[in-house]
C-alpha cells in the first residue's frame, strides 16, 4: 500500500503524527507538504494530493487542513477525485464502501491524533462494494468523465 498526504499548516501537526504512525507501520507514503507551521493555502494541497491520486501511483490520499473542509472542496475540484470529509470510523468506512473515497480529509483542529489513526485504519481495512457503482458512475457524469 502506497498513500500520499498533504496538508497546510493548520493540519501540519496532525500530519506529522499520521506520518510516524505510517511509518511505524511500514506502510509507504509521500509527503506533499507544507513542511512547516508558516501560514500557506489549502488549495495548493488539495490540488497537489488529487493529482497525485489520479496519477495511479498511490492507493489513496490524506489530506489535511483546520476543519478539514476547505481542503477536502479543493481535492474534490480535480477531475477523478472523490474526496470526503470523515469525522469517525463509521463516516471513513461509508466513505470507501459506498462512494469509492480515493482521498479522506481530517480537520487538524478537530481531530485528536489518535482518533486520526482510528480512522485512517478503518479507512484502509475498508473496501468498495460493487452494488453502489451506478452512483458513481453518475458522479463521473456529473464531471464529464463518462
Do not use: W
Amino acid at each position: 500500500m502506497k498513500i500520499v498526504i498533504g496538508s497546510d499548516h493548520g493540519g501540519y501537526e496532525l500530519k506529522e503524527h499520521i506520518k510516524r504512525f505510517l511509518t511505524d507501520e511500514h506502510i509507504s507514503y509521500d509527503d506533499m507538504g507544507t513542511h512547516s507551521k508558516d501560514s500557506v493555502d489549502y488549495p495548493d494541497f488539495g490540488k497537489k494530493v488529487g493529482h497525485a491520486v489520479n496519477s495511479g501511483a498511490y492507493d489513496f490520499g490524506i489530506v489535511i487542513c483546520g476543519t478539514g473542509i476547505g481542503i477536502s472542496i479543493a481535492a474534490n475540484k480535480v477531475k477523478g477525485i472523490r474526496a470526503a470529509l470523515v469525522y469517525d470510523e463509521t463516516t471513513a468506512r461509508l466513505a470507501r464502501e459506498h462512494n469509492n473515497a480515493n482521498i479522506i480529509a481530517l480537520g487538524g483542529r478537530t481531530t485528536t491524533p489518535e482518533k486520526a489513526i482510528s480512522i485512517i485504519s478503518t479507512f484502509m481495512n475498508s473496501t468498495f462494494e460493487p452494488r453502489h457503482q451506478a452512483r458513481i458512475d453518475k458522479i463521473k457524469t456529473i464531471e464529464g468523465n463518462e
